[in-house]
């Protein structure tokens, strides 16, 4: 018997919740993410509007969540030409089509905590993303990747860190080679896929350091630095992601 099974979070609420508390421990330092604006308003509503698409493995033997994958529907008459800023795009589209009937699929997010990493989970939860988007009769999953070894260069370009290989002709970043492995075409980069725009004293707060000078300014787990702007008492992070699709070139 497989040690593992499906579930959605539409199937109970204790699902749901342990589906909560997977995406809060696999994303644990990085919550200023939570703060671009297509997620401030729309991303918790188009999790529970869309319960039945979100993605829950869970552990057969203790009936515990281990991995989730969040992917959400929605209408969009050409995906030829990907949206720089991608996540966010995706985001509030599928809230803005919601009421019309979807044809793609975008995945949002895939979490796995520590603890339960390289089990070949997170490969298990986008082979899922396909599933959902086939059974709904769905293009897709495109994704806007969160490249997971980026934030060891916030100075690189995407653009430029994108064509890195790891010397076999495969993507150096570990997450992208991944999908790459899996079936997956990298499209490009979305070079402002989640911004957060923030008075300076949130980033002083997030960081513990206080700013008294503008300019770009590294944080923990940015994959580019924050800029701050002093004079307008505003720093902005634009985080640039890469478009992949699972659906056939």
């Known amino acids: 018997m497989d040690e593992y099974f499906l579930a ?3 199937d109970s609420p204790e699902i749901a919740k342990a589906a909560l508390v997977v995406d809060q ?19 918790q509503a188009l999790l529970d509007h869309y319960a039945d698409h979100q993605i829950c493995l869970v552990d057969a033997r203790h009936k515990y969540v281990v991995a989730v994958g969040n992917c959400v529907p929605l209408y969009s008459e050409d995906m030829s030409q990907l949206p720089e800023d991608g996540w966010d795009w995706a985001v509030r589209t599928a809230y803005e089509t919601r009421d019309r009937t979807p044809n793609i699929l975008i995945g949002l997010a895939v979490s796995v905590p ?14 899922a993303m ?3 988007a086939r059974s709904r009769g769905l293009a897709g999953p495109w994704i806007p990747v969160r490249p997971s070894a980026k934030h060891r260069y916030p100075d690189v370009s995407i653009s430029d860190y994108v064509t890195w290989d790891n010397g076999s002709g495969a993507p150096f970043d570990p ?4 999908h790459v492995a899996m079936g997956a075409t990298i499209l490009g980069p979305c070079a402002r896929s989640m911004s957060v725009e923030e008075p300076v004293g949130f980033w002083e707060s997030w960081t513990g350091r206080h700013f ?37 070139q």
């Open 25 to 43: 421990a696999a994303w644990s330092g990085l919550e200023f993410l939570n703060f671009t604006q297509a997620s401030f308003d729309h991303y």
């Open 114 to 127: 520590k603890v339960h990493q390289g089990k070949g989970l997170a490969r298990r939860v986008i082979k």
């Open 175 to 178: 997450w992208l080679r991944s």
């Open 212 to 248: 008294d000078q503008s300019g770009p300014v590294e944080i923990q787990g940015g994959l580019v630095p924050v800029d701050i702007d002093i004079e307008s008492g505003v720093g902005r992070y634009v985080e640039p992601n890469v478009w992949v699709t699972y659906t056939r």
């Open 8 to 10: 959605s979070r539409a």
């Open 130 to 132: 396909g599933d959902v």
